[in-house]
């Protein structure tokens, strides 16, 4: 199926249906926010479904049993089905079948809705959960956007948080969350943006205070981003590779020397029978 494409006066963003992934986001100049899944990173900002980051030796047990899952789950490389589509918005949905019980065994509905307005496009998530038993599963967005943003070349980048946050962060080892957390980072409210932040992977901010923050160039207009319903926010990028991904989740990898169910990995969603989970992240685009 071809790419959907949304668009207000100020913005124009195409989703393509295989993997409801949005792969365009344009401002009224016609210039691309978003990462242009280049050699470095072969995405533009995939669904994270129905984990989040990596599974020690890419496996989980459930109910006696080992079911093989890849780091960030299936829902990035499987077809979704166009449900609407008008001039300022669309919407998808995923639904288990034969393929994805042999993997994970739960019913679920996984929508996306996507929606413009003015310079800004909201993403939204809608998790059901149709069947007779709990669904644990995590769920995340990986947008990534151009660093340098878009006629900001040479000028030094930085995230600026809408709260301090102090707290300690988590690295990775192996692509596992490392037992012990390390000083945070952010000084105040600002994280300076440099290659060498990334050099051990993703930084992850487990209990983080903001809902929101603001990236770009340190000296000019920034784009916007706020998430809801996620409560860990991850950031990154490959030293040299051109684009910062921006990563609310609602979960995330397996901690170093975890090897227990998947309904007890820490920070999983349970949803009940007939039960069903929203979050949501929005971007605004810097004026000009």
């Known amino acids: 199926m071809a790419r959907v494409r949304i668009a207000s006066g100020e913005l124009a963003a195409e989703v393509d249906p295989a993997g409801a992934e949005l792969v365009l986001l344009q401002d009224r100049q016609g210039l691309d926010y978003l990462w242009n899944a280049g050699p470095a990173w072969p995405r533009h900002a995939p669904v994270l479904f129905p984990i989040v980051g990596k599974l020690a030796g890419d496996a989980y047990r459930h109910a006696g049993r080992l079911y093989p899952m890849r780091q960030h789950g299936f829902a990035r490389d499987r077809a979704f089905t166009l449900i609407s589509s008008g001039e300022a918005g669309c919407a998808f949905r995923l639904e288990d079948d034969a393929t994805t019980r042999a993997v994970y065994p739960f019913r679920f509905g996984l929508e996306l809705h996507y929606a413009v307005e003015g310079a800004s496009l909201r993403v939204r998530y809608r998790l059901d959960n149709p069947g007779e038993v709990a669904l644990p599963a995590s769920l995340g ?11 900001t070349a040479g000028r030094p980048h930085a995230i600026l948080f809408e ?3 102090p707290a300690p962060v988590r690295r990775l080892a192996g692509g596992l969350l490392r037992q012990t957390p390390e000083p945070s980072p952010v000084v105040g409210r600002r994280l300076t943006l440099d290659d060498t932040l990334f ?17 770009g160039p340190v000296d000019g207009a920034r784009m916007r981003f706020a998430f809801t ?7 990154w990028s490959k030293p040299g590779a051109g684009f910062l991904c921006i990563e609310p989740w609602r979960g995330y990898h397996s901690p170093e020397g975890w090897d227990g169910e998947l309904a007890a990995k820490p920070g999983m969603l349970s949803v009940p029978p007939g039960g069903r989970f929203d979050a949501s992240w929005t971007v605004t685009l810097p004026e000009g």
């Open 229 to 235: 319903g996620f409560d860990v926010l991850g950031l």
């Open 163 to 165: 709260q301090p946050e």
């Open 141 to 151: 967005a990986h947008p990534g956007f151009r660093w340098p943003l878009p006629g």
């Open 199 to 215: 050099a051990a992977d993703a930084v992850i901010l487990d209990h983080p205070a903001s809902r929101s923050l603001a990236y």
